[in-house]
């Protein structure tokens, strides 16, 4: 049974379950005590596998109804992981031991009555007396949730948000995919919950007795609430001193709140610092000593107390801000989840965060006039934390692009909050930068980043920054941490590279970072270099062709039941593979950078498996798959065979009989005609064109037994020579396994591959005299570029031409080093494919 766990879970994840079988082998003289010694060893193993697989990944997993403590250690994989890892349980037993660092919350089962009341009461009916239906259809609901409270109440959300779950037929099995597709702003405005929570809010700040007090209050909280919240931290520590900086000119600055100034005075709130307190005795903001500040009046930070806060305040300031602009006060339609994500109170709320945000951007650069001993340290690292934020909520984004172009920024930071930390600031400033374009083009009809200050060349222009920053640093002269806070940061920065579709530079990041690694002392089974591998796995650009359904090589598409079914938007599906984790179906000229002028011609480009970033996302049509940003369609290449290769051409060259295809249920894609093949790929590399010196040449083995054979005289039988590699141990040239050759008209093509294993399975040559290099014994399989283009990144092949006058071969030169030029082209050498530098329509697709 853990083994099936196991496997599940590695399905849950997206990865391979190939290292999770029975593995125990029981002799018959095994005594019992044997017998389970060997049974908690194999769960060892797995459990060690597991933790592997989930390093580096953010882990949240839920064991549901646990009756044993001893069950929740089998699934304890956090020990030791380096990433995020939570582990969620319920369980109606009592006998479970505390854990440190645990949070445990004593929830009872409702009984069915009550547990109907309680859906009805979370789902925003109040005291509404419900249909018999609506009661019928509840009463099942709450029964499969086991009359669990919490699973209820979620439950009953997602029926306030979305009312027709109700009815749906899957019910529960729907609120995945219902969160997942649906947005909020479909909320009825006039939920009664919403305003019962709002009222249940309010109530809290009637301990203050006056009103004005009351509202000024409640106006410093929104703003608190709202000026300092972060898409990827909901809930940030903010130094306490830099909140009461802005409640400080709220009440100064702003007309609506001068007025408000003396009443609080006149309410005994003299000071600022009175209203963090207040707000900390009504349970809305929590407070904590700073570890590291030794002045204990500067060294407190300050949070929201709970993620919905930001909602309320959020509410609060719409309703400000409708006030300042004389709109019609009515306090039942400011609800909190409902009336407030309506296009007008967007519009609202943008507008008090431009306002809001302003007045800490001066703040902030206010503190850049005082000198070197006067500036506060609290003040300094606040602005080196929340400058950026605060000036792309103001919209001052010329201004933010600037600031994060300067050096003496990026080292602020790092020299602040550390490599890693640091880092995690700039992406996540450049990912909020990123995502604005949205927000101007709906709210502000801007929709041309490039004149607001911002393009996505400014911003890769930051991330090369910071990847030359972080590069440039000699690991001999960090310590320890440093230098794995310096890789982690690299692994980082290439992530985000890798979204933005920069290939090479993200590929750079990677290989930086295991070098950082590697030098730190973290062998190759540690998790961080195993993650880093993976990364660099992910960037090997493989072939695509037609297999057997029954080859290894089958590969199966993530999304195939959403495409099968049609279930997709305007914009189609990526075409990302469940079978190969973190790759997607794309094209080849996005990677590599050369293509045969005739296959240009024709409107055609070859498929190819590459990092998901790069996937295409398709639509059907009726058995056709097309691209939506080019509108290409998928098909074969010339005809319907095992290992003919797959491309994607121009609607004009889109033939029928090759662009129709089937969409198993298991993800596999089958040709209509012939469904005993499958779209599949090979784990061997393309034989390519480098440039010379490049880390991905290859040198050959027995380099000058080949250049001997070229002063061969003509013989019934040619010595040839196994092209093994010297720079790749116990690698050399391959054919393709299976059908290693296809034909087109009068041309039988063969696809030249890098790959492991035996010596005997290497391709034999020789070089002919003009130095071609031949493949056969006939002489006639020679060696050329595709398309004869000799360019750096073109892929080679060997071919035979069927005719009476067949093409002589591209003449080679042996280098001294064991490497293969092109006479014409010495500057080139034979190697591994490249990633290039991804064109402007590919960056603009993704």
């Known amino acids: 049974m853990y083994i099936a766990c196991m496997r599940e879970l590695c399905h849950q994840i997206g990865v391979p379950a ?138 009953a959300k997602v029926a306030q948000a979305y009312p027709r779950f109700m009815y749906s037929e899957n019910g529960l099995e729907e609120i995945p995919r219902i969160v997942a597709t649906n947005k909020i702003d479909c909320i009825c405005d006039s939920s009664p919950n919403s305003q019962t929570v709002t009222n249940l809010l309010n109530r809290s700040f009637s301990y203050i007795t006056d009103a004005d007090v009351s509202h000024a209050l409640k106006i410093c909280f929104g703003a608190m609430a709202v000026v300092f919240h972060k898409d990827d931290n909901l809930r940030p520590w903010v130094s306490q001193k830099f909140v009461e900086k802005l409640w400080s000119e709220l009440l100064t600055e702003c007309d609506e709140l001068r007025e408000y100034k003396p009443k609080l005075k006149k309410y005994r709130i003299s000071t600022i610092s009175s209203i963090t307190n207040l707000l900390n005795i009504m349970g809305l903001i929590d407070k904590r000593k700073k570890k590291e500040e030794k002045n204990l009046a500067d060294g407190f930070q300050i949070q929201i107390h709970h993620d919905l806060l930001f909602e309320y305040g959020k509410m609060v300031a719409i309703k400000f801000q409708k006030d300042r602009e004389d709109i019609k006060k009515s306090s039942d339609k400011y609800t909190l989840l409902g009336n407030h994500f309506s296009g007008g109170n967007e519009r609202h709320f943008q507008n008090i965060l431009i306002g809001w945000n302003n007045l800490m951007v001066n703040c902030c650069q206010d503190s850049f006039k005082l000198s070197k001993s006067e500036l506060d340290v609290s003040y300094d690292e606040h602005r080196v934390y929340w400058l950026p934020h605060h000036m792309i909520k103001a919209r001052k984004l010329s201004a933010v692009i600037d600031l994060l172009s300067k050096k003496k920024f990026l080292r602020e930071r790092i020299a602040y909050f550390g490599f890693l930390e640091g880092t995690k600031l700039y992406i996540s400033d450049i990912r909020e930068l990123q995502n604005i374009e949205g927000k101007f083009t709906k709210w502000t009809n801007q929709s041309n980043l490039q004149e607001n200050g911002v393009s996505k060349a400014k911003l890769r222009t930051i991330m090369f920054m910071i990847g030359d920053f972080l590069s440039d640093f000699d690991c001999s002269k960090l310590t320890q941490k440093s230098k794995t806070e310096n890789g982690n940061a690299l692994v980082l920065l290439g992530v985000t590279e890798q979204a933005f579709a920069l290939w090479h530079e993200s590929l750079q990041c990677y290989n930086k970072a295991l070098q950082v690694f590697q030098s730190a002392g973290l062998d190759e089974n540690h998790p961080y270099t195993i993650s880093t591998m993976k990364h660099i796995d992910v960037y090997a650009v493989l072939p695509m062709w037609l297999v057997p359904e029954t080859s290894q090589y089958c590969v199966r598409l993530k999304y195939s039941k ?137 040198n050959f083995e027995n380099y000058l037994e080949l250049k001997e054979t070229q002063n061969q005289v003509y013989s019934s039988k040619w010595k040839r020579v196994p092209l093994k590699l010297s720079s790749h141990p116990n690698c050399g040239l391959r054919y393709r396994v299976g059908t290693p050759n296809w034909d087109i008209q009068f041309i039988t093509i063969f696809p030249l591959f890098i790959g492991g294993g035996p010596e005997e399975k290497s391709i034999q040559a020789r070089l002919s005299e003009k130095g071609e290099i031949v493949l056969d014994e006939t002489g006639k399989c020679v060696v050329r570029a595709v398309g004869n283009i000799l360019e750096n990144g073109n892929a080679m092949i060997g071919t035979i031409d069927n005719s009476d006058q067949p093409r002589p071969g591209q003449p080679f030169q042996v280098n001294d080093n064991g490497s293969i030029s092109p006479i014409e082209a010495p500057h080139l050498v034979l190697g591994f494919p490249q990633v290039g530098t991804v064109s402007n329509a590919l960056s603009s697709e993704i």
């Open 18 to 155: 190939d290292s999770f079988h029975e593995e125990i082998a029981f002799l018959p003289h095994d005594n019992i005590l044997t017998r389970s010694t060997k049974v908690i060893q194999a769960i060892e193993m797995m459990k060690e596998r597991m933790k592997l697989i989930m390093d580096g990944l953010r882990v949240f997993l839920i064991l549901d109804d646990v009756w044993c403590h001893e069950d929740v250690e089998l699934f304890n994989f956090g020990e030791g992981m380096k990433s995020s890892f939570t582990l969620f349980i319920t369980t109606r037993t009592l006998d479970m031991f505390p854990s440190t660092g645990a949070c445990w919350i004593d929830i009872p089962l409702l009984s069915p009555p009550d547990a109907v009341s309680f859906f009805f009461l979370e789902s925003g009916r109040g005291d509404k007396v419900p249909t018999d239906e609506e009661f019928l259809v509840t009463k099942q609901i709450v029964e499969k949730c086991g009359y669990l409270p919490l699973a209820i109440r979620i439950a």
């Open 562 to 698: 959403q495409l099968a079914s049609f279930d997709y938007g305007p914009s189609g599906l990526p075409l990302e593979l469940s079978s190969h984790p973190g790759k997607g179906i794309a094209r080849v000229e996005d990677f590599l950078k050369a293509q045969s002028e005739y296959i240009n011609r024709k409107g055609l480009c070859f498929a190819a498996i590459g990092p998901k970033e790069g996937s295409l996302r398709v639509v059907r049509q009726g058995n056709s798959i097309r691209c939506t940003h080019s509108n290409y369609f998928f098909r074969t290449y010339h005809s319907i065979v095992e290992g003919v290769p797959l491309v994607w051409s121009s609607p004009e060259e889109k033939l029928e009989a090759k662009a129709e295809w089937i969409i198993r249920d298991d993800g596999k894609v089958s040709p209509l005609q012939a469904t005993n093949l499958c779209l599949g790929t090979s784990p061997l590399s393309h034989l390519h064109l480098v440039e010379k010196d490049s880390p991905n040449q290859v």
